[in-house]
T-cell receptor, first 115, second 121 residues
Framework: GNSVTQMEGPVTLSEEAFLTINCTYT??????LFWYVQYPGEGLQLLLK?????DKGSNKGFEATYRKETTSFHLEKGSVQVSDSAVYFC??????????????FGQGTILTVHP | GAVVSQHPSRVICKSGTSVKIECRSL??????MFWYRQFPKQSLMLMAT?????????EQGVEKDKFLINHASLTLSTLTVTSAHPEDSSFYIC?????????????????FGPGTRLTVL
């Protein structure tokens, strides 16, 4: 079945530091890939997505590139802010079979940014 | 756009009672809605998928008689936890995806509600 593996956290950074959260996946076919963010006490918000190989998703200074050759979708941001502190989830949307349309999530990475 | 609401945001109930959670798409028609469960500091686990007007499809290991899902309209799905027990305490999250194009197939983006914290005493 499909699976998503994220780098384990928690990740603690100082403001303006560079952020990378690794994400790799296993899936059949050509899934769509997503990053969701969950702020404390809130539901998940879509951060960015990519639907095919070599696509780059970007939003709010975050970006991730769909790398089919390495089955990866690493999240990056050049300069993090305190307000970026949240839990980040990598996810894929199944492309076929019984997993079609379903999201499979990674375990989540807690990011804390200090002033 | 693409706002999903859930009600209530928090509920505390006694063991043995039933609790209904509503999930609404406020500004789009949701052909497909999903229900997830999230344990503390863990990822989301898909419980079931529901399409408007048809029976929900439950994931393996999820008791359909315990977690009743109804998707009666294109903007509303409900999850009823029947005869709740303390082990059912969790954060329940719904998501919705819209139909796209002439084919009516769901788009690839799910929009999530803010979640409902259920505590069973």
């Amino acid at each position: 079945g499909n699976s998503v593996t994220q780098m384990e956290g928690p990740v603690t950074l100082s403001e303006e530091a560079f952020l990378t959260i690794n994400c790799t996946y296993t899936a059949t076919g050509y899934p769509s890939l997503f990053w969701y963010v969950q702020y404390p006490g809130e539901g998940l918000q879509l951060l960015l997505k990519a639907t095919k190989a070599d696509d780059k998703g970007s939003n709010k200074g975050f970006e991730a590139t769909y790398r089919k050759e390495t089955t990866s979708f690493h999240l990056e941001k050049g300069s993090v802010q305190v307000s970026d502190s949240a839990v980040y989830f990598c996810a894929l949307r199944g492309a076929g079979g019984t997993s079609y349309g379903k999201l499979t999530f990674g375990q989540g990475t807690i990011l804390t940014v200090h002033p | 756009g693409a706002v999903v609401s859930q009600h209530p945001s928090r509920v505390i109930c006694k063991s043995g009672t039933s609790v209904k959670i509503e999930c609404r798409s406020l500004d789009f028609q949701a052909t497909t809605m999903f229900w997830y469960r999230q344990f503390p500091k863990q990822s989301l686990m898909l419980m079931a998928t529901s399409n408007e007007g048809s029976k929900a499809t439950y994931e393996q290991g999820v008791e359909k008689d315990k977690f009743l899902i109804n998707h009666a309209s294109l903007t509303l799905s409900t999850l009823t936890v029947t005869s709740a027990h303390p082990e059912d305490s969790s954060f329940y999250i719904c998501s919705a995806s819209a139909a796209s194009g002439l084919a009516g197939a769901p788009t690839d983006t799910q929009y999530f509600g803010p979640g409902t914290r259920l505590t069973v005493l």
